[in-house]
């Protein structure tokens, strides 16, 4: 372990005592305040607006509608994705794509003024007939772009269906919502031609490109903050309709504009996991040999934009299984587009397939660890190529041990406490491992100081404090000398956050750099008296201080080197990115929940007695902030098989359960016991740390777990999230 290994949040300490500016707070002058009025149905046209009334209203600085706005240059040619249509134009002519669509948008100068004015906003429709139920459009079904979408297929098509012991059922997860605390906010404003956005994002960069299509003009021309966020799960990986709403109304009168929007809104206009409907088919030999595998999904998108996620990808390679076939549809509905949601279709598809196996190895009488086991895949098949490193047996194991595994019975019903049922089940997840090119500045101050830059955002999962490590474990200055500058436009280029993408890519920048930016000081101190006629190679750099490796009495402070140079910094700025050699490899983390569940067989309660989460994530490079991210992880999952699910009142096409009142996630007082494991173990080939990805492993296989511990406690089979206690009476 480093001494860097476990050091505390660096921005912990602003974010709990409120000196965190989040994008809504900046204070701006002059600011003014917008909310967005919905569409009160969910597919047609609008026949009239009137917001006379509104614009009386006082304080009113503007109401924007289709009928008036300055359309922005970029609709009219607007850089389309390949087949994959295109954000949503907001109020680019009157028809109505969805229930809550923005229609309007009000500006007051005082937020009570605001939130007044846009109630004397009244529309009057043309409805035509929507389509908000993915169940009634299961044949409306299309393949989406894109080359990981194509349908899949390895040995003989179906080839499950020859087998000794086959099993075929549908799994149905239905649309749940990011909803951070952070409600989805912006405050737009424009110098000259050039925006100024400060909002929640999950990339600095990507909003850049997007508003600068939008609007015609170049990415460099945007200027981005989104300094700090209240989480985001994937909200944050779109340019929303909102942001461009309030960009809109700031050019309009001139003055910025804050827009946040309301809880509600969070429910239907800022993306969420896509309801899908999947089919699995399995097949193996009685001593529990898989032969054959189908996975097939079906998944909604919206009229406007197509979404597509990786939802049937891992069955192609998690198991040894010589007959794989993958189908990926998407079908249209009439609702906002949905978004990558932690885990995203990996968390999705191994809701099917981690159910699956567990119902198949209870057909085959087997231990459903032992079922995995005897399926090990030992290389990818899909890629036929070799794992770069892969330690999901140790984590089946240390998870077994933890949950006390050896007090499961295969038999369902057969062990109890006191009154309660009780069940164990375990799912497995897993996740590419990628790694983005990263630019970061590093520089060293007179003071002695490291200074470490890069646009990357942190949604959460601690990336400033991951950066913190690294710079100091490579350059030796204390963690608490160490001054991230991060989040915004103008610094280095960062990628986006998403894709558990950020320690790797970010992470090996910071190494590299730091690395350049330690030789470059050697370099200088060559020039200096003390260490005259040594080597470079014979200097060393620790603690703030040069030395020679063969004589250490002969020192020179960094300070001192950058002080008798008369230099104000010392810097390296360096692009990072992934190696050629890396493409030879298949570069994956696992993961592993088990759970313990009880549940009253005469209430149908389900308690979480206990989680433990195992994760093969190459090297930990902060075991606090990478628990935090597990145990944030399993805590989703659970949301997903327990409690999630957005309700569609589907006569109306309006969403019923937007609100935290209605809509359930899971509380503390939901999970009685939860651990975390690591491997640790390095990575030889992903990077220089020998990092994996992280954030959306920890999600992947947490609901199938709970869905086969209730089983296991049961006998009943829930195939359709979330496990509410009617369906287990
Ligand atoms: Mo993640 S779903 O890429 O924020």
Not at 479 to 500: A, D, F, H, Y
């Amino acid at each position: 372990m480093s001494k860097t290994s476990n050091i505390n949040r660096v921005d912990g300490f602003a974010k709990v005592t409120g000196s965190a500016t989040y994008s809504a707070e900046y204070k701006t002058p002059g600011i003014t305040y917008a909310c967005l009025v919905g569409s009160t149905i969910a597919k047609g046209t609008i026949k009239s607006i009137d917001t006379k009334k509104a614009e009386w209203a006082p304080g009113v600085l503007a109401v924007i509608t289709h009928l008036n706005v300055d359309k922005p240059a970029g609709y009219e040619q607007p850089k389309k994705r390949e087949n994959l249509g295109q954000p949503l134009q907001i109020f680019k002519d009157n028809t109505v794509r969805y229930y809550d669509q923005p229609i309007a948008l009000v500006i007051a100068d005082t937020f009570e003024r605001m939130q007044y004015a846009a109630s004397l906003i009244k529309a009057e429709y043309l409805k035509e007939e929507h389509s908000t139920e993915l169940e009634k459009v299961k044949d409306k079904g299309k393949l989406p772009g894109g080359e990981r979408a194509k349908d899949y297929n390895r040995g003989i098509l179906d080839g499950y269906k020859n087998a000794e012991v086959v099993l075929e059922e549908e799994y149905t997860i239905p649309t749940e919502v990011h909803n951070p605390m952070e409600l989805a906010n912006i405050i737009a404003k424009w110098d000259g031609n050039k925006p100024i956005l400060y909002t929640k994002s999950q990339g600095v960069e990507g909003t850049r490109k997007s508003v600068g299509n939008v609007f015609g003009i170049p990415a460099e021309d945007v200027e981005v903050h989104s300094e700090y966020l209240g989480g985001a799960f994937g909200m944050g990986l779109h340019t929303w309709p909102y942001e461009i709403a309030a960009l809109i109304g700031s050019k309009k009168i001139g003055k910025p504009v804050k827009l946040v929007l309301h809880r509600e809104q969070m429910f239907t206009n800022v993306g969420f996991r896509p309801y899908t409907i999947q089919k699995m088919g399995l097949g193996a030999t009685k001593d529990g040999k898989l032969t054959g595998l189908t996975h097939e999904a079906l998944a909604m998108t919206s009229n406007y934009e197509d979404f597509t996620e990786a939802t049937v990808n891992m069955s192609r390679f998690m198991y040894d299984c010589a007959n794989v076939s993958t189908k990926y549809r998407i079908a249209e509905l009439d609702t906002c587009t949905p978004i990558w949601m932690r885990g995203p279709g990996e968390a999705t598809g191994s809701f099917a397939l981690e159910s699956a196996i567990d119902e198949l190895a209870h057909k085959l009488d087997l231990d459903p660890i032992e079922f995995r086991k005897r399926n090990h895949a030992e290389k990818d098949l899909e890629q036929n190529k070799p794992w770069s490193s892969k330690y999901l047996l140790e984590c089946y194991e240390g998870g077994m041990e933890r949950i006390g595994w050896k007090n499961r019975k295969n038999k369902p019903g057969s062990v109890r406490e006191g009154e309660w049922l009780v069940g164990y089940g375990m799912g497995t997840g897993t996740f590419g491992s990628f790694r983005n090119p990263t630019t970061v500045k590093a520089k060293f101050l007179a003071n002695g100081s490291l200074v470490l830059q890069c646009s990357v955002n942190d949604m959460g999962p601690g990336t400033a404090t991951m950066m913190t490590a690294i710079g100091a474990e490579i350059t030796g200055i204390p963690t608490e000398n160490v001054i991230i500058e991060m989040g915004r436009s103008g610094l280095p280029k960062g990628p986006t956050q998403g894709g558990s993408a950020t320690t790797s890519s970010v992470g090996s920048a910071v190494h590299d750099t730091c690395n350049l930016l330690v030789s470059k000081t050697l370099g200088l101190a060559t020039e200096n008296e003390t260490f005259k006629n040594i080597p470079i190679t014979d200097l060393s750099f620790a603690n703030g201080a040069i030395s020679s490796k063969k004589d250490t009495k002969k020192s020179v402070s960094l300070v001192s080197l950058l002080n008798n140079n008369k230099l104000e910094e010392l810097s390296v700025e360096n692009e990072s990115k992934g190696s050629e050699e890396a493409k030879k490899y298949s570069i994956y983390s696992f993961s592993v929940h088990f759970v313990k569940v009880l549940v009253n067989p005469n209430l149908g309660k389900i308690r979480i007695a206990h989680v433990v989460s195992c994760a093969d994530i190459g090297t930990v490079i902060n075991q606090k902030t990478s628990a935090g991210q597990m145990y944030g992880g399993a805590v989703g999952g659970i949301g997903m098989g327990l409690m999630e699910s957005l309700e569609i009142d589907h006569r109306f096409g309006r969403a019923i359960n937007n609100n935290f009142a209605d809509y359930h996630v899971p509380v503390n007082a939901d999970i009685e016991k939860q651990e975390v494991f690591f491997v640790n173990k390095k990575d030889p080939i992903s990077n220089p740390m020998g990092t994996k990805g992280l954030g959306e492993t920890a999600l992947v296989g947490m609901a199938p777990a709970i869905a086969n511990a209730v089983f296991n406690a049961t006998g009943k089979r829930v195939r359709d999230l979330p496990i509410t206690l009617d369906k287990i009476l």
